[in-house]
Each structure stands twice: as C-alpha cells, then as structure tokens.
C-alpha cells in the first residue's frame, strides 16, 4: 500500500511541475509582452476614431432616430434625414458631436492599443502552455484580444455614449453639450445611471471589435498574400499604391462584417435610452439589459433589432474603411508597419 502511494506521489509530482514551469513560463511570456507597450497604437487608434466619428455625426443623428423611432422614420435615411431637418433646422445634424469626438477618441485609443497589445499576449500564452509549441493559435489570440479590447472600451464609452444618445432622442437635452449633458443625467437619474447601458454597450462592442479588428487582420493578410503571389502577373505597382489598395478593401470588407455582427447591440444600445411613454415599468427597470430585450421583440420579433440597418451600414461603412485606412496612415507615420504587411 505505501508502496502504491508512493510510486503515486512520484507520477504526480512531475506533473505538477511541468504544469507549475508551464504556467510560470506563460506568466513571463504575457509580462514581457506587457512590459514592450508601443504608445504609437494608442495615438494612431484615438486619432483614426476621433476622426471617422466626428465626420459621421450627421449620419449617426439620422440613424439613431430613425432607431428611436422607426414607425415614424419609415421612408430610408435621405427622406429621414430631410424630415428631420424640417422639424429641428440643419443644427440638429450635429447634435452629440461633442461626446462623439472625446468619447470615441478615448476608445478608439483604448481598443486599438489594447487589441495590439493583447495579440501577442494571447499568442505567447497558447503557446507556453500547448503540448505543441509550433501550432497555430493565431485566431484564437486575435479573437481573446478582441474581447478583452471591446470590453475594456464598451467600459469606457458607456457616460460618452449615453449622453450622445439622450442629445439625439430626449428633447430636454437640446442645446446641452458633453459636460452640461453628463451633468443633467448626474441630476436626473444619478451618475451610476451612466453606466445603466454597460450590457447593451458590451453586446454592441465585443461583436463590433471583433468585427472589425479581426477582419481588418484576416482580410490585410489575405490581400497581401494573394499580391506577392501573382506579383510577377500584376502590372508593376509602387509599394505604397499597394498598402493603399489593400487597406482601403480590407477596412470596406471589415466594416460590412462588424456592422452586420453588431447591430443587435446597437439597437439594444439605442433603446436602452430612448424615452419611453405610458411604460410599465419605472426608469431604471425598463434599461435592464433583459427588458430592453423582451420589449424589442414583442416590438417587431427579431426583425426588429435590424431597424436602421441600411443607415447604420452607410454610417459604419464610412466610419470604419476611413478609420482603419488612417488608422495605417498614422501608424506608418509613427514608424510602424502596415496591417497585414508583417
């Protein structure tokens, strides 16, 4: 019996150390990944979001009403649009531009450092702990990295976001900008209300991040791939014309996906603060993530989380082929190479 135990304890024991080294060695391998931060994707990020967003804003206003309200903005976006103008003047058009800029400026600094930094985070923790050291775990590194950069900027986006989106569907917000806006809401419904949207915002951004992130990676490499392997049959193209190319199709396919992937949550997002009338429930019930659910369906069934999606895919089409196209400007400006390239 002691002599079973003790053959036991000496099968186990190497066990135990091989998973203590292999732990230890991830550990090391995420803490040096941690410690060769490059601020550059952080400043290409914000900047690229910051951007893409603030010049969409009309289109966002458009789309967000027409979410908030899709029975009376029923005739497609340049009608809604133009009905729009008629009942608030051309102004309204850029009503949350403010929290749009610095709130997605934020997280697009947030999300775009985070997902470059985590990607080989992931990659030299699969790798550490596999049986089989030289096996791919490309995908599920950029997919982790994904989420864990969608969550950490949905966290950071929600005060932005809901004051741009009571901006654009409560009336008792016109004329307010970013600061009187959260202040109002701090006010009103006190400044965890804030955060009411934190579940719809996660349900939008993680599917979104991964969307847009991942694809942008996947479709980069693939061009670049399928160019230096016909690159003898292709005319003769300069290095940067081709980066150009390869950007601008990668970031218009990326964005097709992302907006298809997230807008459930987006149109959870926006019900979660457009004013309701006669409701059932009190202010703070009916934001809860299930409720907000419930109502959209018994609304329209799951057609009705995809109002607004052809606005949506103008408006997130632009937004994301521009930002990921100066999101490669910038970072090739600050000495980094492009998406894909490497």
């Known amino acids: 019996m002691r002599f079973a135990k003790f053959i036991c304890g000496a099968l186990v024991i190497p066990v135990g150390i091989a998973e203590s080294k292999a732990a230890a060695t991830a550990a090391s391998s995420a803490l040096q990944a ?4 490059d601020y550059r994707y952080f400043v290409a990020g914000g900047t690229c979001a910051a951007i893409s967003h603030g010049i969409t804003t009309p289109i966002d206003v458009v789309k967000t009403t027409i979410q908030s309200n899709p029975r009376k903005y029923n005739k497609g976006l340049a009608a809604s649009a133009l ?3 008629k009942e608030d003047g051309p102004g309204v058009l850029l009503g949350g531009l403010g929290p749009t800029v610095v709130g997605y400026g934020i997280e697009g600094a947030v999300k775009f450092g985070v997902y470059e930094i985590m990607k080989p985070v992931f990659a030299d923790l699969f790798k550490s702990m596999s049986s089989d050291p030289g096996a791919g775990h490309t995908a599920i590194a950029f997919l982790l990295a994904s989420v864990v950069a969608g969550a950490a900027a949905a966290f950071l986006l929600c005060p932005m976001e809901s004051t741009r989106i009571k901006m654009v569907t409560d009336k008792s917000y016109k004329g307010k900008n970013i600061w009187t ?3 109002k809401i701090a006010s ?3 400044m965890g209300s804030i955060f009411d949207c934190l579940w719809a915002m996660l349900s939008k951004q993680i599917p979104y991040t991964f969307g847009k992130q991942v694809s942008f990676d996947v479709f980069a490499k693939m061009l670049y791939q399928l160019y230096h392997r016909f690159q003898d049959q292709l005319p003769v193209a300069n290095a940067s014309d081709i980066k150009w190319v ?3 199709i990668a970031a218009f396919c990326a964005s097709l996906i992302a907006c298809i992937l997230s807008q459930p949550g987006d149109m959870i997002l926006t019900e979660t603060y457009r004013p309701l009338k006669g409701q059932r429930f009190t ?5 809860t993530f299930s409720n907000v659910i419930n109502r959209l369906y018994q609304e329209g069934g799951a057609g009705r989380f995809f109002a ?3 606005a949506r895919i103008v408006h997130v089409g632009v937004i994301i082929t521009t930002q990921l196209v100066i999101y490669d400007i910038v970072k090739q ?9 490497h």
């Open 181 to 183: 806006g959260l202040a």
């Open 283 to 287: 202010n703070k019930e009916s934001r």
């Open 308 to 310: 607004g999606t052809n």
């Open 34 to 37: 941690l410690k060769s931060i």
């Open 188 to 190: 009103d419904e006190g």
């Open 83 to 85: 009905e729009i103008i």
């Open 333 to 341: 400006m600050l000495g980094l190479p492009p998406t894909g390239a």
């Open 246 to 248: 390869v950007s601008v």
